[in-house]
């Protein structure tokens, strides 16, 4: 009876893991539902941080959707689900993103590194990283590409975790 018991214990791990392993992954899902559900953006816009004097700008969902969309296109082959492939030291996680010199975790301190990588103690340029040049994203374009990454950063589950892939 006891032997039963494991076998069909065993039995319904193996019908429920794959269920686990193949659980649709966050970065797949599409553009607007992953805004409101996952980055918590749906009708108002939501305020964030400019710089650290307190300044703050209005961002709504289709902003962060046009962000997602530049990040999908141009960064996600490197940073897929906000970790960093070529340098995971380096991942776009929040704690990370605050923890460079100078810090990059709020909207013009990212832009400015996008404007310009340089190495996360700031010391030189890094030609690790994609550069954004205003002749490639204009202003509002590079606003939003930043805000999508750092809303990420704070709200989306496993963003950048070091161990993205365990
Ligand atoms: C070819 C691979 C590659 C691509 C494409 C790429 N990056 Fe990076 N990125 C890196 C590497 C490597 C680093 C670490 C560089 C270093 O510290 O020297 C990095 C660092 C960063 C950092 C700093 C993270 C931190 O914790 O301080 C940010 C922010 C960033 N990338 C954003 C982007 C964005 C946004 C894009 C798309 C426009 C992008 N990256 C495209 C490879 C890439």
Redesign the pocket.
């Known amino acids: 009876m006891l032997r039963r018991g494991v076998f069909v214990f065993l039995l319904g791990l193996l019908m429920i893991l794959p269920l686990v392993l193949l659980a649709p992954q966050p970065v797949l899902a599409a553009a607007d539902s992953y805004v409101t559900r996952y980055l918590k953006v749906s009708s108002e816009p939501v305020a964030m941080d400019l710089d650290a004097e307190g300044h703050t700008r209005l961002f709504s969902a289709e902003d962060l959707s046009a962000g997602k969309k530049?990040?999908e296109q141009?960064?996600l082959?490197?940073?897929v689900g906000g970790a960093?492939?070529?340098?995971p030291t380096?991942?776009?996680?929040l704690a990370?993103?605050k923890?460079?010199t100078p810090p990059?975790s709020d909207i013009n301190s990212?832009v400015a590194?996008?404007r310009e990588?340089?190495?996360?103690d700031g010391s030189e340029e890094?030609f690790?990283?994609?550069q954004?040049p205003e002749s490639w994203l204009k202003q509002p374009e590079v606003e939003k590409?930043?805000a999508f990454?750092l809303r990420a950063a704070q709200y989306a589950p496993g963003w950048?975790v070091e161990n993205f892939e365990s």
Not at 90 to 93: I, M, N, R
Not at 117 to 120: A, E, F, R, V
């Open positions: 530049l990040f141009n960064c082959n490197c940073h960093t492939l070529p340098d380096v991942p776009l996680s990370a993103l923890g460079a990059r990212l590194y996008l990588p340089m190495t996360y890094t690790w990283c994609r954004v590409l930043a990454v950048g």
